[in-house]
């Protein structure tokens, strides 16, 4: 090998091993401040947290070894993202140890979760979609993510009492009255019993 290859091998493994430190010392940074923002947090939201931060260096791994497409890589590491969001404000805003059970879907995703795919413009906050889901809101990284909880076995059973006892309170309520009647004297067959007045007929 020529003087030459040999400073340009050394030169290609220096900067090598710049980028592996440089990508250390910034993942190092990301941890330090990612721990000092969630020292305010209980061991559940941690731990999702926590959760979170080894799906995004799955992602990475795999984005580094050709795995995963460019759109795809791009896509998920703002579903993460995203996610983090969310459950830090609803951590925040709630004051609760808990992440329920999250998903984030883009509009195109949608049919992943329901059959038929809904339109996304009907949603309303806080609504219960299919009851399975509960709709949070969105939120935009990069690109809108639509957000959902899925209902807890006790939630799912309290929904579908309540969707029970409508139909039977209903049915209570249309229930007609007995009719209201005039008792006709006896012995006077002159006299006849009065007539309701219709309400809807004056």
Known sequence: MS???KKFSRRVLLAALVCIVAA????????????????????????????????????????????????????????????????LRIARETKNDFVPELYAVTRDELGTLFDPQPQPDTF???????????????????????FFARLDVYEQAE?????????????????????????VPRGNNRTRPRRVNNPERP
């Open 24 to 87: 250390g010392v910034v993942r190092a940074q990301r941890m330090g401040t990612a721990a000092a923002d969630e020292a305010e947090f209980g061991p559940v939201v941690r731990t999702y947290l926590g959760y979170l931060r080894a799906e995004q260096e799955v992602v990475d791994d795999r984005a580094s070894r050709h795995e995963v497409s460019l759109p795809y890589y791009r896509r998920n590491s703002n579903r993460i993202r995203a996610l983090r969001q969310m459950a």
């Open 159 to 183: 929904l579908l009492q309540k969707q029970e006892a409508q139909p039977a309170a209903a049915t209570t309520a249309s229930v007609p009255a007995a009719p209201a009647t005039t008792e």
């Open 124 to 146: 309303r906050v806080g609504e219960v979609v299919d009851n399975t889901f509960r709709y949070l809101g969105t939120l935009r990284s990069a690109e809108p993510f639509y």
């Open 3 to 5: 003087g030459g290859m």
